[in-house]
């Protein structure tokens, strides 16, 4: 599942642990893999597993959801075409939607929850994690607003050294959408499998606001 390191006396070890990281992935993702095999094709769905795999493998800010990238990942890359390919059938099927994933994460933080409150030992809590995704080169996409940029920020701080700017701006706008991630939690328990919701929002006239 994951590359290893040319040197042998670390060979085994990066082995084991890519082994066990893929069990756990599996074991994870057995549960939904159950019902989307109702839905889908079955090729189709160890795709739909593969593709989990190849996201994990692929940790890259640019071009980590890039099709063609990940179809390298998925196969190997003298045969990312025909991993593209798969990739695109499985996007692309009308048996299916993103509402079957949120449904099975809803329906898993509810289980959750419910077996909190059935053990009365703990109170459940649900974490409140708003994030921003920048979208900077995304200015035509549909969905976006202006968000505030971390990273300009992070770039525009004084270095010891170096010429700082003659203004500093406090607030950089880029475009992007704002994410709320809520998963729920005991106070001493694991948290759980969690929904996430993205929306974005403009001035009016430029555009309406989105909610996902």
């Known amino acids: 599942m994951f590359p290893t390191s040319k040197n042998a006396s670390f060979q085994a070890e990066v082995l084991s642990q890519a ?15 159950v019902q989307l095999d109702r839905l889908l094709d079955h090729r189709l769905v160890l795709t739909f597993q593969a593709l989990c795999q190849a996201l994990v493998r692929h940790r890259s800010r640019s071009s980590g959801l890039l099709l063609s990238e990940l179809g390298g990942v998925l196969l190997s890359p003298h045969k990312a075409p025909a991993g593209t390919k798969r990739l695109s059938n499985l996007l692309r099927s009308k048996k299916w939607s993103a509402e079957a994933i949120t449904d099975y994460l809803t329906g898993e933080a509810q289980t959750y929850v419910d077996r909190l409150l059935e053990q009365e030992r703990e109170l459940p809590l649900l974490l409140w994690d708003e994030s921003v995704q920048e979208k900077t080169e995304s200015l035509k996409s549909q969905g976006l607003c ?7 920020k992070r770039t525009l701080r004084i270095k010891p050294g170096i010429c700082s700017p003659m203004r500093r701006c406090t607030r950089i706008g880029t475009p992007g959408g704002w994410s709320l991630p809520t998963p729920a939690a005991g106070r001493s328990s694991r948290p759980s499998a969690s929904t996430s919701r993205r929306w974005a929002w403009r001035a009016a006239g430029s555009g309406s606001g989105t909610i996902e």
């Open 19 to 33: 082994r066990f990281f893929s069990h756990r992935l599996e074991d994870f993702l057995a549960p939904f893999l």
């Open 146 to 152: 202006a968000v505030r940029s971390m990273k300009a």
